[in-house]
């Protein structure tokens, strides 16, 4: 009588997630986000005009914006149609210049100008949603939030870290199973993973410093890499 076939495993184990985030913190120490910005002011506005559009784009319309507008009293002289023609390049830029004035008028009336350190303020400020707050908390403030977006959404579900059907499932998967020691950088660490290796479309398995312990059953070219010992693993073992 045949044995029934045991379930691939969907989610890994405690000493597996251990073991990758110490391999990202070998290969990026310190890790850091690819917006450009001047201040915690900048920043936020830098996330915020980041929804659905590419850090390039956003840093291209922004070099030259911060520097006539890197405070909320200054962004908001410079107005939404004079903001229009630094941001009209990014998608929805109409509803963000929006957002942007808006908020930075908040600022100055509710906080004295100054970027809140708290989730709940920052989700209060027009075009802040849970992402911005937790992009602007780990970044600006050092909290050990997790930010997800469509990059970490997919490696924390491919690679079984913290499978989820929605970005807040997988944001407090995460947040549970992440030691603490790596949960400052981890945001950073899978943001960045996802948008050079661990592609959408094809993924680049055989430089993968994790692809011994990833859970994805579709991985790509293992074989044609040496039995899937990256190059990136082989300098972690010398």
Not at 141 to 154: N, S
Request: with cysteine; glycine share 6%.
């Amino acid at each position: 009588m045949r044995s029934p076939r045991s379930k691939p495993k969907k989610r890994l184990d405690a000493r597996d997630i251990e073991e990758i985030f110490a391999r990202f913190a070998q290969v990026m120490p310190e890790p850091r986000g690819e917006l450009d910005y001047v201040n915690h002011f900048t920043l936020l506005v830098a996330v915020v005009l980041s929804a659905q559009a590419t850090d390039v784009g956003v840093n291209k319309a922004t070099k030259d914006l911060f520097q006539i507008a890197d405070t909320p009293e200054k962004m908001l002289a410079l107005g939404e149609e004079g903001l229009i023609r630094y941001i009209k390049t990014i998608g929805l830029f109409r509803n963000k210049a929006k957002n942007v004035i808006a908020l930075s008028r908040m600022l100055i009336d509710e906080y004295e100008g100054e970027v809140p350190n708290s989730r709940e303020a920052l989700e209060r400020l027009p075009g802040v949603g849970r992402k911005t707050a937790n992009v602007v908390l780990n970044t600006a403030f050092g909290e050990p939030t997790i930010a997800v977006d469509t990059h970490l959404f997919r490696v924390a579900n491919r690679t079984g870290l913290a499978p989820g059907k929605t970005p807040l499932e997988v944001e407090l998967g995460l947040d549970r199973v992440v030691p603490e020691i790596y949960k400052r950088h981890a945001h950073h660490w899978l943001i960045l993973h996802g948008r050079y290796i661990c592609k959408a479309r094809k993924p680049e398995c055989p430089r993968c410093p994790i692809n011994d312990i990833c859970l994805f059953p579709d991985k790509t070219g293992l074989n044609e890499a040496g039995n899937g010992k990256s190059a990136v693993r082989k300098q972690l073992a010398s």
